[in-house]
C-alpha cells in the first residue's frame, strides 16, 4: 500500500433515502478507477458493496460497507451507507469515521425521509456536506424544481458545481459553474448564471477575499480551493454535483469534486478526553494515538471484525489502551478493508480508515489510546418483539446468537422482563427485527416465535400510608415470628435523598440507602432493636421483591420511599425468612392504602408527512391519546408533526401511518417520561392482572393460598393500615 500524507486521504461517508443509487455509485467509482475489475450491480446480486446474503436477497443495503481506491494522488476511504431509515444506526457510526458526507438524492423522487435525516446528523457531527444528484437519467425529471427544493429544505448554501447537459435519456454530460462554457447548449440551467451565487457562498468565509471580489478580483487556482475547503468545513457551501451511476455520465467529475470538495483529515473539530482534560484531535502521525471502533461485524469465518478510524498516532500490531479493556487490548494485525475483504497492512496513521479482528474488549465506540473520544449518538429503540426460541432446548442457542446481534448492532437491545419473563427484542422498526430474524435464521440456524410484549407499565403511591404486618405460624418445632411497622412516601423522580430524609423529620434515622435505577430510598428509622439488624436486611429484601413483582397489576414498582419505624422479634422464633416475609406482605398490604397508579411511558413521535395528509395525523394521534405539541415544515410539500403520547399506542404505529400517506410517511420515537395512567385504562390493566393471578390458583407471597377480598385484587394477613 502506498503512503500517503494526511492531506491526500479523504474519507467521505455516502448517505441518504433508500433507491437513491448509492451503492451504485460507489461501485461505479471503483471499476471506473480500476480498484475492482469485476462487473458489479446490486440487481444481479454482484455488487462491491452488498455482500451480506441477506442484502443480496433484499437488493438493498443493510450494513455500512467499507472501500477504498487511489485517485489523482489522493487515497479515498468510502462508505456506502444503507439508505433505510430503519439502518440509520450504520450511517451514524460512519459518520464518525468520515470528515465529509455525500447525501445523494434520487433525481426523480427528489429529497426523501432519511435524505433530512442523514443531512441532519451530518451538520449536529460538525461535518462537511455536498449533495450528489443521481439518476439524471430517469424519466420525468424536473431538475430546476428539484434544485429550488433542495435550496428551500437544506438551505440558499446548496449551490450547483455543474448542471446536466440534458436529462432522461438525453443525459450526455455536466457543465461546469466555476468555469461555465462558452457554449452550454442542451444544458438544463445555465451554467454561467450559477457562477456569482456559487463564488459569493465559497467568499463568504474569508472577509479580504470578498473585498477583492467586489472590487473585480475573484479568487482562482490555489485561493479558490482554499476558501472553498473553508466554506464546505465552515458549512456555508454545500456543493451540488450532477451524474448517473447506470450510464456514467457525469462519474469522472463526481470523482474529481469527492477530491475537491471532500475535506482531509482534522478539519472535522473533535475532541477527547483524559481524566479531566480535554484536548483538540489533530492528525499527528507522531501524537498520542487516538482511534475509535465506528462498527463491528460479526463474520462467520473471521468471528469478530472491529472497523477503526484513527485519529492521530499510528495504530500498529502491539497492546495499546482501550476504554472497554483494563489491560489493553493486543492488536495482531491491521487491515485495510475492501469491502468483505482484508488485506494485512504494517500499520494505519492518522485519517486512516482499518480493521482489527479477534479482539473481544472491542466493541462499537470503543477508544484506543489513552484519550476518549465522546459516544456515538445512536438512537434509542422503541419498537419491541417478544421472542423465544421455536424448538425446544435452543434457549442457549438463541442467547449467544442474539449476543452476536447486539454486539454488531447497537440500536438492537435485549431486555429481559422481570414479571413477565419474556426476552424482548428491541429495534427501530418493525423492518429491522425482520432483518434481525432473518439473520438468526441464516447464520445462526435458529428459529425464533414472536409476539407483541407487553408494555412496561411501573406502579407508584400518590399518598402516605402506615401500616403493620404480622407473620406468625406454628406447627411443631421451632416457629416462625416477625412483625414490621413502616411508612410508604411518595417519592419523585429527581428527589435528592437527603433532602428529602431532612424534609420529613424521621423520629429517628438510622441510615437511608437510595436505589437510582427505581428510584427506591430504604429509610431505618427503628430505634431500641425492636427489629434487630440482623433482620433489617431480610426485611429490606422483602420490600424489594414485592417491588419486583408489583401490586396492583405486576408491574415493577418505582419512585417510592419506605421508612421502617418498629417491628417485634422473638429469641427463639424470629429469623431472616420470617421478616422477610413479614417485609413482603407489609409492603403490599400498605401499598394499596397509598392511593396507587400505574405509570406508563409517554414518548415524543415526531411523523414527517404530505401536508394533505396533517388532518388525518392529528385525528389519529387524537384517538391514541396523543397531544400535539408543534408542527413545522420540513419543506418540499412536507409537515413534521411533534406530540406526546403513550408508548401502548402506537407499537404498531409504522402499518397505520403507512396505510394513512400512501407510504409516504416516516416518524420517529423517543422516550420522555412516566406518567399516570387514565382511571378507566388503568381498571382494563388492572383486571387483565387480577384475572391472570387468578390463573395461579392466589398463591400468595410465602408460598400460602389467601382468601382475596371482593374489593381488593391483593390479599390479606394479619395487618393494619391506617393513614398517618
Known amino acids: 500500500m502506498a503512503s500517503f500524507q494526511v492531506a491526500d486521504i479523504r474519507n467521505i461517508a455516502f448517505c441518504g433515502h433508500g433507491s437513491a443509487g448509492k451503492t451504485s455509485l460507489v461501485d461505479k467509482l471503483l471499476n471506473m478507477t480500476g480498484t475492482v475489475t469485476r462487473p458489479a450491480s446490486v440487481d444481479d446480486g454482484t455488487s462491491i458493496c452488498d455482500y451480506d446474503e441477506e442484502e443480496k436477497h433484499h437488493k438493498y443495503s443493510i450494513e455500512a460497507a467499507v472501500v477504498h481506491l487511489e ?69 420525468n425529471v424536473d431538475f430546476p424544481a428539484l434544485v429550488a427544493s433542495i435550496q428551500d429544505v437544506f438551505g440558499s448554501g446548496c449551490r450547483l458545481l455543474n448542471v446536466p447537459i440534458g436529462t432522461g435519456a438525453h443525459f450526455v454530460g455536466v457543465a461546469s459553474c466555476l468555469e461555465p462554457p462558452a457554449d452550454a447548449k442542451g444544458a ?11 463564488i459569493e457562498s465559497i467568499i463568504e468565509v474569508d ?55 471532500g475535506v482531509a483529515p482534522g478539519q472535522a473539530k473533535l475532541k477527547a478526553r483524559k481524566d479531566t482534560a480535554e484536548i ?41 489502551p482501550a476504554s472497554t479493556a483494563r489491560r489493553g487490548v493486543k492488536i495482531a494485525q491491521v487491515f485495510q478493508v475492501q469491502a468483505s475483504e482484508l488485506q494485512p497492512i504494517e500499520s494505519a496513521g492518522p485519517g486512516m480508515i482499518v480493521a482489527v479482528t479477534k479482539s473481544e474488549d472491542l466493541h462499537t465506540g470503543s477508544t484506543l489510546g489513552d484519550y476518549v473520544l465522546p459516544p456515538l449518538p445512536f ?77 412496561p407499565y411501573r406502579e407508584t403511591v400518590l399518598h402516605v400510608a402506615e401500616g403493620s404486618y404480622r407473620h406468625k405460624k406454628q406447627t411443631g418445632g421451632r416457629g416462625q415470628f416477625g412483625e414490621v ?49 440482623n433482620f433489617l436486611p431480610a426485611v429490606e429484601k422483602g420490600f424489594r421483591d414485592r417491588m419486583a413483582r408489583g401490586v396492583i397489576a405486576g408491574c415493577t414498582v418505582v419512585n417510592v420511599a419506605t421508612e ?23 409492603f403490599r398490604n400498605v401499598f394499596q392504602q397509598a392511593k396507587p397508579v400505574l405509570l406508563e411511558p409517554i414518548v415524543k413521535i415526531e411523523i414527517t408527512a404530505p401536508g394533505d395528509k396533517l388532518g388525518d395525523v392529528n385525528s389519529d394521534l387524537s384517538s ?33 401511518l403507512s396505510s394513512m400517506t400512501g407510504g409516504q410517511g416516516s416518524y420517529t420515537l423517543e422516550f420522555l417520561r412516566y406518567d399516570v395512567v387514565p382511571g378507566n385504562v388503568q381498571q382494563e390493566i388492572m383486571k387483565k392482572a387480577v384475572m391472570k393471578e387468578e390463573e395461579e390458583e392466589g398463591v400468595g407471597a410465602n408460598g400460602h393460598r389467601f382468601v382475596r377480598p371482593a374489593n381488593a385484587g391483593i390479599a390479606c394477613y394479619d395487618a393494619t393500615v391506617s393513614h398517618p
Open 71 to 139: 485517485h489523482g494522488g489522493k487515497r479515498f476511504h468510502l462508505i456506502d451507507c444503507p439508505g433505510y431509515p430503519e439502518f440509520i444506526n450504520q450511517a451514524i457510526g460512519a459518520m464518525r469515521a468520515a470528515d465529509t458526507v455525500a447525501i445523494v438524492i434520487n433525481a426523480q423522487s427528489g429529497i426523501a425521509v432519511n435524505t433530512r435525516r442523514c443531512f441532519s446528523e451530518a451538520g449536529k457531527a460538525g461535518l462537511a456536506r455536498m449533495i450528489v444528484i443521481n439518476k439524471i437519467d430517469g424519466e
Open 485 to 533: 411497622h413502616m411508612r410508604i412516601h411518595p417519592f419523585p423522580a429527581g428527589t435528592d435523598p437527603e433532602q428529602f430524609c431532612n424534609s420529613q423529620r424521621f423520629p429517628s434515622l438510622k441510615d437511608f440507602k437510595h436505589d437510582p435505577e427505581t428510584n427506591y430510598l430504604w429509610v431505618n428509622s427503628v430505634v431500641g432493636g425492636t427489629i434487630p439488624s
Open 280 to 320: 483538540d484531535v489533530t492528525p499527528n502521525p507522531a501524537g498520542s494515538l487516538i482511534a475509535q471502533v465506528f462498527r463491528t461485524r460479526i463474520d462467520p469465518f473471521v468471528q469478530k471484525i472491529n472497523f477503526i478510524r484513527v485519529f492521530s498516532g499510528t495504530l500498529k500490531p502491539e497492546t495499546v
Open 379 to 455: 438512537p434509542k429503540p422503541m419498537v419491541g418483539l417478544a421472542v423465544s426460541p421455536k424448538s425446544r432446548g435452543d434457549e442457549a442457542k438463541l442467547s449467544g446468537a442474539l449476543a452476536k446481534i447486539t454486539e454488531e448492532d447497537s440500536t438492537v437491545v435485549l431486555d429481559r422482563d422481570s414479571q413477565t419473563k419474556e426476552l424482548v427484542m428491541n429495534g427501530m422498526s418493525e423492518l429491522h427485527l425482520q432483518i434481525v430474524q432473518e439473520r438468526l435464521k441464516r447464520r445462526d440456524k435458529v428459529e425464533v416465535v414472536t409476539k407483541e410484549p407487553k408494555i
Open 624 to 656: 391514541r391519546r396523543g397531544r400535539v405539541l408543534g408542527t413545522d415544515s420540513a419543506g418540499g410539500g412536507l409537515m413534521v408533526v411533534t406530540a406526546e403520547v403513550p408508548l401502548a399506542e402506537v407499537t404498531t404505529y409504522a402499518r397505520s
Open 188 to 198: 438544463v440551467m445555465d451554467p454561467a448564471e450559477q457562477y456569482t451565487p456559487l
Open 207 to 261: 472577509e479580504k477575499a470578498t473585498e477583492r471580489y467586489f472590487e473585480g478580483t475573484p479568487p482562482e487556482g490555489e485561493e479558490l480551493q482554499r476558501l472553498m475547503t473553508q466554506a464546505i468545513s465552515a458549512g456555508s457551501l454545500i456543493p451540488i454535483v450532477c451524474c448517473s451511476a447506470k450510464t456514467g455520465v457525469g462519474m469522472q467529475e463526481l470523482l474529481k469534486e469527492l477530491g475537491r470538495c
Open 564 to 586: 421502617v419505624f418498629f417491628g417485634k422479634h422473638h429469641e427463639v422464633d424470629s429469623s431472616e425468612q420470617a421478616f422477610k416475609t413479614a417485609g413482603t406482605m407489609c
